[in-house]
C-alpha cells in the first residue's frame, strides 16, 4: 500500500472514504483489505476485502469513531503489513511570546 492515505469523511454520516492520494495501487496486490477499530481497542476489530481499488467507501463507520489500516494481498494470498491511517499533523502558527 502506498505510504500516503487519506481518509476523509463525506456522503453524509456514517459513512467513510479510504483512499490513496496519489491513486497508485501497490505493484503485484490482487486486492486489498480494510481493518478498523476502535480508538481504546489494541486488536483490529472487523476487517473486509476489497478489490484492487484506489478509494472505498465503508459505510456504517464515522473516522471520528474507528482507526483504519489497510493491507495489500498479493496473488498468493500473502497478506502486507497493515498501513494505519494517522492523520497529517497541520502547522500551527509560531508562538509569540511577550516582550
Known sequence: MPEELALQERFGKGRAVLCDEEAIASPGAVSY????????STEWQS?????????????GAS????VFGV???????H???????VPRSRADDPIKFAQ
Request: aromatic residues 10%; without cysteine; negative net charge.
Open 63 to 66: 473516522i471520528d469513531d474507528w
Open 71 to 77: 493491507a495489500a494481498i498479493g496473488p498468493g494470498g
Open 79 to 85: 497478506e502486507s503489513l497493515i498501513s494505519v491511517y
Open 47 to 59: 476487517s473486509e476485502t476489497v478489490g484492487n481499488v484506489t478509494q472505498h467507501v465503508v459505510t
Open 33 to 40: 483489505r480494510i481493518y478498523r477499530r476502535t480508538p481504546w
